[in-house]
């Protein structure tokens, strides 16, 4: 079993320690590991081209993005290759570093396990035999491990906002853990206790991989969301049938409280909904082919009412 660590923080950064401790953890069972420091790499950000989408939902293609001179394909091939991955973040206003966003965008759509299905069924369907299918290292489950780590209170996206880098993978979340109170470098390195609890959660990794992931468990904080386990809910009282939803999963929901405390109710018939199940993600595929893909039945108007736009200003830059 391959386990990949990713540090969203700088050299010998707390972040990069709590991973690299996992990693160790992981590696006492056995497991091969390997780091990645994500500021080591030269990431360039999605332009939203939507290439890799009609490349897997149209041609049954490979869905590779088309950016090709930055090292995007190093660490999708880090990721593709790894059994089980550990990600870690400082926290930079309440939320993950901007090379984690970067990275999440360009996996997005590219790597949606749904989307990549459905390529497969077209290539299947049409009998392609041509050109290349999605990579067959997409349809396994990942473990994976979520480390967010800051000096103060101010925390409240850093995990929901790592959790999605999981998602279009369809990663097995076995684990979160946040970290606060060290914002000087490398001070964590003084903190037995987050140490240890960095440790476990790499050994939690490795123990996963050892047996079939339907029986994955997940050890951190349960949080508010049964499904994954996310403390994040949206109120939306235009909603009176599923007034909150799961601010990651997108499951929708009621609240009561119970014994005095507040809890997120969702029935079992919602539950796949869930943007982490794979009944999901193909909903999600559905309403991109029947609804935003879809040209408008007036698109033949849409040059000539783009033609102001095209026109109106010129953005400014920086004199070379």
Request: proline content about 5%; overall charge neutral; glycine content about 8%.
């Amino acid at each position: 079993m391959k386990i990949l660590g990713i540090s969203c923080g700088r050299k010998m950064s707390n972040t990069e320690i709590l991973v690299k401790e996992a990693l160790m953890g992981a590696e006492e069972l056995g497991a091969e590991v390997e780091f990645v420091r994500l500021q080591d790499l030269n990431l360039k950000p999605c332009t939203g081209c939507n290439a890799c989408v009609v490349s897997l939902m149209e041609k049954g293609g490979t869905g590779d993005c088309v950016i090709r001179d930055d090292d995007f394909k190093f660490i999708d091939e880090k990721i593709m290759d790894c059994d089980g991955i550990i990600v870690g973040s400082p926290i930079y206003e309440k939320t993950p570093s901007g090379q984690l966003k970067i990275l999440n965008d360009r996996m997005g759509p590219s790597h949606d396990v749904a989307m990549r299905m459905i390529a497969k069924k077209i290539r299947e369907q049409k009998n392609i035999t041509t050109g290349n299918g999605p990579d067959e290292r997409s349809f396994k489950t990942r473990a994976a491990s979520l480390i967010a780590v800051g000096g103060s209170e101010w925390d409240n996206l850093a995990l929901p906002m790592l959790h999605l880098f999981t998602l279009s993978m369809q990663m097995e979340v076995v684990d979160k853990m946040l970290v606060n109170w060290v914002a000087l470098p490398g001070m964590v390195a003084l903190k037995d206790d987050e140490l240890a609890r960095a440790r476990k959660s790499g050994r939690h990794v490795a123990k996963t991989l050892m047996k079939p992931i339907e029986e994955a468990e997940y050890i951190g904080e349960e949080g508010m969301c049964p499904l994954c386990h996310s403390k994040l809910l949206e109120v939306r009282n235009g909603d009176s049938n599923y007034p909150i939803i799961c601010g990651i999963c997108g499951v929708k929901g009621t609240l009561s409280v119970v014994d005095n405390k507040v809890k997120f109710e969702v029935k079992e018939e919602d539950k796949a909904h869930s943007h982490i199940r794979l009944s999901g993600k193909f909903e999600h595929c559905d309403e991109l082919k029947n609804v935003s893909l879809k040209p408008a039945p007036n698109v033949h108007e849409l040059p000539q009412r783009l033609e102001k736009y095209k026109t109106y200003l010129t953005p400014s830059r920086p004199i070379s």
